[in-house]
């Protein structure tokens, strides 16, 4: 670690694993009450349950990001944090925010709760991904403002690289589009154009920009190959990125009421959507080829590689399997769609984030990396977490599949519950790929309190 206020850091990745441990117990629960009604019914109902899980992913992201923001912009600008204060008190209100809005989520009915943090003076609940109170919304906007103002500052005193411009850009567009939660129009065709500014511009867009900037510095620090190379492939990355996915919206609007011309749009820059990952992937394997010098911390190496290659194949392939307006006619709202999202965040969002954490939290202990053994069982952890997601993958995949045809192709559809019967031993498998998925999160995270000596430099 170059720079003191880098130690920052710290309590975001702390924060973000626990959260993220959370997420992981609460889908779960979920899985459970796919093939068990009414496990811990009443105390946590399937909705709320849901809630929890989906929301306590994007937070923990949310502080991955910044985590990897603060650890990554003193060493590129080489100059201390604006603000290392600021970013600690943030983070304090950031996490208290959370907490308390998931034990609403938990103690009072969603309705109950609504009334209780004036949703009725600006109404933005009931929306999947975004039913946090406003006033957990406006929490958030003050955070990420402070936030940038901290960054903002950092690099308008320092170095300006091609790896912080992108850092930034993605996360101004990231704190931007946030604010079209606020708008919730009447119309229903209206709101859900504009929801997927949030939702799909957030991973499909801005997001894509924060992972190729966070890939970038790692692989600089890990390969020692020429920082040009790696921003030449990082523009170019970023430029696909931005021209498919902003289009690329367009597969979101099939059939919400919007024009036909959508579904051309939306097909065919969907279909281009995987080309920026598979570069992604090319880009990692051939810096780490090209490497100059065989870093120390080879479990930090092969977290980049494997968010290569698993961004490729849930966002980008299983992205593509049913993006087309003619396939996504049967497919839309199917398990197909869960297949391709659990794939697509674990390869593209939750891996970079490891990846980092990976590589600077030895440094942040004052070692170039974690002991043989440490990285040993953090391997272990790499493969039982990638695995698992894999298989997660496939039975959903399954599943989907199988839905489809009962219930949308067969010549005699079935009603949803009773296909949904047909499904449980899909469920049942991804149940148990999520228990190892746990298990591999275990050893993740024991790996950083495993005693031995450094691995030296």
Known sequence: ????????????????????????????????????????????PFNVARMVHTNTLIVWLLMGFMGSAYYLVPEETETELYSPKLAIAMFWIFLLAAGLTVVGYLLVPYATLAKMTGNELLPTMGREFLEQPTITKIGIVVVALAFLFNLTMTVLKGRKTAITLVLMLGLWGLAIFFLFSFYNPDNIVRDKFFWWWVVHLW???????????????????VTGVDREVIEKWLYVIITL????????????????????????????????????????????????????????????????????????????????????????????????????????????????????????????????????????????????????????????????????????VAATPMSFMDTQLQLSLFYWLREVSGVIFLIGLVAYLWSFFCKGEAARA
Do not use: C
């Not at 441990?21 to 009604?37: D, K, N, T």
């Not at 991973?203 to 900037?213: D, F, R, S, Y």
């Open 203 to 221: 991973v499909e867009g801005v997001w894509e920009l924060i992972l190729g900037a966070i890939l970038a510095f790692v692989l600089i620090k």
């Open 1 to 44: 670690m170059k720079y003191q206020s880098q130690s920052v850091a710290k309590i975001y990745f702390i924060g973000a694993m626990v959260l993220f441990a959370a997420q992981i117990l609460f889908g779960l629960i979920m899985g459970l009450q796919y093939v068990i009604g009414d496990f811990l019914f009443p105390l946590i």
């Open 241 to 408: 990125t931005l021209v498919t996915g902003i289009i690329g919206t367009g597969h979101h609007y099939f059939w919400i009421g919007t024009p036909e011309y959508w579904q051309w749009w939306g097909s065919i820059f969907s279909a281009l959507e995987p080309i920026p990952f598979f570069a992604m992937t090319l880009f990692a394997f051939n810096m780490v080829n090209r490497r100059r010098r065989e870093h120390p911390n080879k479990v930090a190496t092969l977290w980049a590689l494997g968010t290569g290659v698993m961004s490729f194949l849930g966002a980008g392939v299983w992205g593509f399997l049913h993006t087309l307006s003619p396939v996504n006619f049967y497919t839309h709202g199917t398990q197909i769609t869960a297949a391709h999202g659990h794939m697509a965040f674990y390869g593209a969002y939750v891996m970079v984030v490891l990846t980092m954490i990976s590589y600077s939290m030895p440094l942040m202990r004052n070692r170039v990396a974690n002991s043989n053994f440490a990285q040993v069982v953090e391997m272990w952890g790499f493969w039982l977490m990638t695995v698992s997601m894999v298989f997660i993958t496939l039975f959903l995949t399954a599943a989907g599949i199988l839905q489809v045809w009962l219930q949308r």
